[in-house]
């Protein structure tokens, strides 16, 4: 089993979502993983692969660089980067002339691009090259009180095409990823829906009547909490709930939580290191905590 | 420019010959639900037909579902994201966008990082984030700035 990755938190995560960041560490440590980190990296290029191919595909290739100069797999935290990257580095596998060209660019910042290693999203890493049985072993507070419902979002699973992991019409892997930790993960309706982040920019109310939708349906299914793999969905439901409830003038107080902050709870570690301060809706910690 | 001609010039945008505009696209699409101005089988349509791409491009969530569903294997959502490239190349990058490139020539990253955000990661015993000047030059060297 891989043990070791090279580590890429994006753009979201340290603006506002550095909670996801504190706690995959927390659960990378108690799995034996090693993440190494890459300060320098900056964006992945996701907002180019919609307005100029060539910057696109630079973008990421310096990203992958990156962790082909450590020979490590690069694990990716946000559906963004995970669809930008996996399919960036696709293409340029398959293409040797786009990968030529893609090089000629990144001359200019000393840096090349081989096509040495795959893009990997923490979700799949846990799923797939961990797989529950080993993480099962690490689960020393069972949420058996916690209720869950599981938001996968997009580019974790489509282009499907492509991306080939799970089953995007009835993906179960973020599903037993909660039920591992004791909880029980709630169906609900329409529970493959975007979260709408896409399109906040060029038209918020959409974007947020979206979001209002899914936490409607959220709440119909008696869900504690909801629980996200990508920080910008998770900006989505959590930071932007409020301007969501004033879109469809319910109200909802859903605490949205980072998979490996659920995960990391599950095994024990104390709350208060799992950065919930920057939880917007906040949890009852007595859902996760027995005895508090 | 003929824009069912330029999307047929790449792998994806051939696909644009499956389409027999049954709509399925349309019927899963979260942004048709709620927004009447946003019909993916109407955009292929009218590119088809007209040769036009129009604003409304940009109300794809990109999510997706309407590509999966597609009973032709179009590739909807890429032929959409195929549109808006031709969009910026024929008339620039869009108001809304404008901000996030600036953000991205001024740092590296699509917000801007600063001593905040740094402050929080530190309190959390996290790396700080270091701004970068290689994401500007290859927005330079590829020509993908504001003009």
Known sequence: ?292 | MDVKEELKSEIDGKTINYCFSCGMCTGGCPSARLNEKYNPRRILHRAVIEGKIEDDIWLCTNCYTCQERCPTKTKVADIISLMRRIYVKEKGIPEFIKPLVANLEACGFTATIGELENKRRERMGLPPVKMNDEIRKIIEKTGGGVK
């Open chain 1, 1 to 292: 089993m891989k043990n070791k990755y090279a580590y890429f938190i994006g753009c979201t995560i340290p603006f506002r979502a550095s909670n996801y960041d504190l706690a995959t560490k927390k659960v990378a440590e108690k799995l034996g993983i090693e993440l190494v980190d890459l300060p320098d990296a900056g964006c992945c290029g996701l907002y180019f692969e919609l307005m100029n191919e060539m910057t696109y595909l630079s973008m990421a290739a310096r990203v992958l660089s990156m962790a082909e100069e450590k020979k490590l797999d690069l694990l990716v935290l946000c559906n963004g980067c995970n669809g930008s990257l996996y399919r960036a580095n696709k293409k340029l596998k398959e293409n040797p002339e786009l990968k030529d060209g893609v090089n000629k660019v990144l001359a200019e910042v000393g840096r090349e691009y081989k096509g040495t290693i795959e893009v990997k999203h923490l979700i799949r890493v846990l799923y797939e090259d961990v797989g529950i049985e080993r993480i099962k072993k690490k689960i020393t507070n069972p949420l058996t009180n916690v209720k869950a419902a599981a938001h996968y979002g997009c580019h974790l699973l489509k282009p499907s095409e492509e991306i080939r992991f799970d089953d995007p019409r009835n993906p179960v892997s973020l599903d037993r990823l909660i039920e591992v930790t004791g909880a029980k993960s709630v169906d609900y309706y329409d529970k493959s829906q975007c979260c709408g982040g896409y399109v906040l920019a060029a038209d918020a109310k959409t974007a947020y009547r979206m979001t209002g939708e899914k936490l409607t349906h959220v709440k119909a299914a008696g869900s504690d909490i909801m629980i996200t793999g990508c920080p910008f969905c998770n900006v989505m439901y959590d930071a932007n709930q409020k301007a969501a409830e004033t879109e469809t003038g319910q109200t909802y107080k859903i605490p949205v939580l980072h998979y490996p902050q659920l995960l990391a709870l599950a095994m024990g570690v104390d709350p208060k290191e799992l950065g919930f301060e920057q939880n917007r809706v906040r949890p009852d910690m007595k859902l996760f905590v027995k005895g508090l």
